[in-house]
């Protein structure tokens, strides 16, 4: 049909496959102005000829689509890539480039269209966009500051301020214990009833089960009677315990604890003391179901005791299954089913707080070690380490630790009360004399280093660690570039009346400033006034003071190989004898004439401290001792032999059945860490400290936690890993533990002897196996269980293995005698005796092989061989009780330390 005139199409743009006009114009999308001055500047526009027309996004909606570049004088390529081209069509119609109109117009019917409007877009989605001459924007336009508002700005409310950092999050009624501990519910079985519901344990008669189920329906029966006549006696007479029915009981719980434990933990019967009881509960013949929760409530004890007779190879066989479930649910990673079992079943609360550590469970593990175990330290490192900061400021302000406060008042950004904190510490470290730790905390904690020196200052001359004050106050002036300061105290240090002990010091703190100050104008005057200083004390030393002077003196001066030998011509000159006031006890049976042992040189800490333990790590060695029941530490460089002291701020009550037991736990492969364990029989009277070498004469201790009330012997195989045995209601129980503290395996056997026996159990350990003595007996323990029991003849008074990386051998310790034995052939008829006229003799074994043993009246060295021994060397008469023997790197030396705080060194 053909189209008349009147008829109108609307007009359209459609694509063209191609480009058919120059590009005149350039259109940018979206609405960001920012993105639009971007492009802009990226191209080669001349910006100020640009003129900007921003596009709506429909008729209804004005906000931006985009803008439309348009630049009279543009070039061909404008470099805007992120645009659409535009070309011009008559006077000012722009289209996209690859676009044509629909139907095709001429150029009188565009001019038309264009009307009066300055300008034209068509835009393929929002179609003819008009524009007018005042609609066009320069770049300069959209850079404009909005217009001032005359706006009253005084009526503003201050809101809300956050704190820079959340500091803690608590609740507004805090639960109680109970109720936290109460949240721990686990899905340990799910049947209800009592065991006899259960299926019988294999080759149980059915004909007896059935007539004890009918048993059990009368006993109900009669139980129901005497609730309804108030508990007549004239009924009936109050039940009686059948230990048939018992025993059937216990069977079977061991067979459900080994086919279904989650159900037979249910029923399991707690391995407890029933002291802890008030009077005697009405006795039962059957287990019943019991709450498998781990709640404290449970532990109070006060409830009457229904005990069951047990044999003891059926308790030891129960308690074993129990701490294989243990340990079970510790390797699934349900700790508080662990600790369930541990607290409840076993009555170890000791383990039972570590599960619920080792499950992070910080709050009821806090509470445990503060209620139950009287380990108030550890439970405040648990709340510190829930993130429990407020609850774990509290407990550490109870101990008195301020420097932890401080530390965890720093840690919620509460500066003011962290030096508050800090304060208290520094105060109280300077009132229990340990003057470097105030020091160090007045310098590191609250940046007063003025204040640091003046504290280490105050502790020379008249304080045990006088010498170690003033060399910490040596490199502190170092540090700040103080060397004036320094070069004056040297002179006031040179020119100073001492006394005779402290002689010595002064020459070694001299020596050091020679050695080791940063600045060459001090040791330039250190070295001459260490010669002034010499020479005014050679000629009262006696002769270990004049070896130490003049190795002193050659170590000035290395090179100096006429200095040297001069040295050596004056020590070896004649001397007059001495005369000994000490006449050593006689050694029982010493062979008439053997080889000697060669001295190697000796250290010597305080003769005050009884010392019984010392262990050398890192390049150092360490002894813990006590002085009027306070614990000290001693330690020294094994490159200079030069000792130092402290007090660790810990003392036993008194009075006290014995003297708590030390014990080091050297791991080899831990260098910056010592743990060093205080333990025996009763409360308050163990700690655990980790020492942490700072430098070779500054140390730092930190609460540790394993041993606790009931720990009897400690000890640490090569890989690190930490034995632990508890004593308790005649029970020796063996934990291994980790460096995270995590419970791995524990086992028991039962202990021979009373719990105060002069013998006290002690143990072993190797990388597969532990051996622990308790009394005569032996016992070989490998995959946490008890593998092997060996009896003696005497019982064991200690218990040593050989050094790592050489022949396992085992040597074991009686009132007279020893016997050495090979791991793999533990048997009495293996084991060789050695050192057989020695009471009381101290063994260890040194790196190269060699076992020793010593007492006060001297000592043998023995070669061992694959199954052999034989003597070796002898060692002189000693004037004190030795406590230990040290193995030193070298194969062929050794150590022996002493309780009067010598340490001498041989070589054979």
């Known amino acids: 049909m053909p189209i008349s005139e009147n008829t109108q199409l609307p007009l359209t743009a459609r694509f063209a496959g191609r480009a058919v006009r120059k590009a005149a114009a350039w259109f940018i999308p979206g609405d960001d102005i920012a993105v639009w001055l971007t492009e802009i500047a990226r191209s080669d526009l001349d910006q100020a000829r640009v003129k900007l027309r921003v596009l709506p996004s429909g008729v209804q909606d004005r906000s931006p689509l985009g803008v439309l570049v348009v630049c009279d004088e543009a070039a061909p390529t404008s470099g805007i890539t992120r645009s659409i081209p535009y070309g011009r069509i008559g006077k000012s119609i722009f289209v996209p480039v690859d676009a044509e109109l629909f139907p095709p117009v001429s150029a009188s019917e565009l001019e038309e269209l264009q009307g009066f409007q300055d300008l034209l877009v068509f835009h393929p989605r929002v179609g003819l966009v008009a524009f007018e001459s005042n609609d066009a924007l320069r770049i300069a336009d959209l850079l404009q500051p909005p217009e001032r508002r005359h706006v009253e700005w005084g009526l503003a409310q201050p809101g809300v301020k956050f ?46 089960e059935s007539a004890e189920q009918s048993g059990g329906f009368l006993k109900r029966l009669m139980d ?21 029915l018992r025993n059937r009981e216990l069977r079977r719980l061991l067979h459900l604890l080994a086919e279904n434990p989650d159900e037979g933990l249910k029923y399991a019967l707690p391995l407890e003391n029933p002291s802890a009881h008030r009077g005697q509960a009405e006795p039962s013949n059957v287990l019943g179901e019991r709450d498998t929760n781990f709640n404290l409530s449970g532990l109070r004890g006060g409830g009457g005791s229904n005990a069951w007779t047990i044999d003891h190879a ?24 662990a600790a369930y079992i541990f607290a409840h079943l076993l009555a170890d609360l000791s383990s039972a707080a570590g599960a619920l550590k080792a499950g992070r469970h910080w709050q009821e593990a806090a509470v445990l070690y503060r209620d139950k175990l009287n380990q108030p330290r550890e439970a405040a490192k648990c709340l510190a380490d829930g993130g429990l900061l407020s609850e774990a400021i509290v407990a550490y302000e109870e101990l008195g630790e301020f420097e932890t406060v401080g530390d965890l008042y720093r840690t919620l950004d509460d500066e003011e009360r962290a030096m508050t904190a800090y304060e208290k510490a520094a105060s109280s470290q300077s009132s229990r004399q340990q003057w470097r730790e105030a020091a160090r905390i007045l310098e590191v904690k609250l940046k007063r280093p003025d204040a640091a020196l003046q504290t280490l200052e105050a502790a020379w001359p008249g304080d045990n660690a006088a010498q170690a004050c003033l060399k910490e106050k040596f490199d502190l002036l170092s540090r700040l570039g103080r060397f004036d300061d320094v070069r004056s105290r040297v002179l006031t240090l040179r020119d100073e009346s001492l006394p005779e002990p402290l002689r010595g010091a002064r020459v070694e703190l001299l020596s050091y400033n020679a050695h080791h100050s940063p600045d060459g104008g001090v040791r330039e005057l250190a070295t001459d006034s260490t010669r002034i200083a010499i020479a005014r004390d050679l000629p009262v030393a006696d002769s270990k003071g004049e070896t130490f002077l003049i190795n002193t003196l050659r170590g000035l001066a290395h090179g100096d190989a006429l200095l040297g030998r001069d040295a050596e011509r004056f020590l070896r000159r004649p001397r007059k004898p001495s005369v000994s006031m000490s006449v050593p006890s006689k050694r029982v049976g010493a062979p008439p004439t053997r080889k000697q042992a060669n001295p190697q040189g000796f250290i010597a800490l305080a003769y005050d401290v009884e010392w019984s333990q010392f262990v050398i790590h890192s390049g150092c060695l360490f002894a813990a001792g006590f002085r ?23 003392r036993y009550p008194s009075p006290v059945h014995q003297t708590p037991r030390l014990a080091f736990l050297a791991d080899p492969h831990a260098p910056d860490s010592l743990p060093l364990h205080v333990f025996g029989y009763g409360r308050e009277r163990f700690a655990n400290l980790n020492i942490k070498p700072d430098a070779a004469a500054m140390v730092r201790v930190e609460p540790l936690p394993n041993a606790g009330e009931f720990t009897v012997a400690l000890t640490v195989a090569p890989g690190g890993l930490i034995w632990v045995a ?6 020796l129980t063996i934990h291994c533990v980790n460096r995270e503290q995590q419970c791995l395996l524990s086992t028991s056997v039962e202990h021979q002897g009373d719990p105060i026996d002069f013998c006290q159990p002690c143990m072993h350990a190797r990388p597969d196996q532990l051996y622990i003595a308790d009394g005569p007996l032996l016992h070989e323990i490998r995959d946490g269980k008890l593998c092997q029991t060996t009896t003696f003849e005497r019982p064991i008074h200690s218990i040593c293995g050989s050094t790592p990386f050489s022949l396992a051998r085992v040597a074991i310790a009686f009132d007279q005698g020893a016997q050495i034995f090979w791991p793999g052939s533990l048997s009495r008829k293996d084991a060789v005796p050695f050192a057989s006229d ?3 003799p101290v063994l260890g074994f040194s790196a190269g092989g060699h076992a020793i043993a010593v007492n006060r009246g001297g000592g043998e060295v023995f070669q061992v061989g694959a199954r052999d021994i034989e003597h070796h060397a002898t060692l002189p008469a000693f004037a004190a009780d030795p406590v230990a023997i040290l193995a030193l790197p070298e194969p062929n030396r050794f150590g022996v330390a002493f309780k009067d705080g010598e340490v001498r060194f041989f070589e054979v």
Do not use: C, H
């Open 838 to 840: 020695m009471e009381n």
């Open 163 to 208: 704190a820079s950092r959340l500091q803690s999050i608590v609740a507004e009624m805090p639960p109680s214990a109970n109720e936290l501990l109460e949240q721990g519910r686990e899905d340990i079985g799910d049947r209800q009833g009592e065991l006899d519901q259960l299926p019988p344990a294999p080759g149980e008669s059915r004909v007896r």
């Open 224 to 244: 129901g009677l005497r609730r309804m006549f108030g508990g007549s006696e004239r009924l009936m007479a109050p039940p009686k315990a059948d230990e048939s």
């Open 314 to 337: 059926s308790f030891m066989q129960i308690q074993q299954r129990y701490r294989e479930l243990a340990a079970r649910e510790m390797n699934l990673g349900k700790y508080r089913r």
């Open 628 to 650: 009027d029941r306070e614990l000290v530490l001693g330690f020294a460089s094994m490159s200079t032999l030069k000792a130092d002291l402290r007090k660790l701020n810990w």
């Open 726 to 731: 508890d004593l308790k209601y005649k029970l």
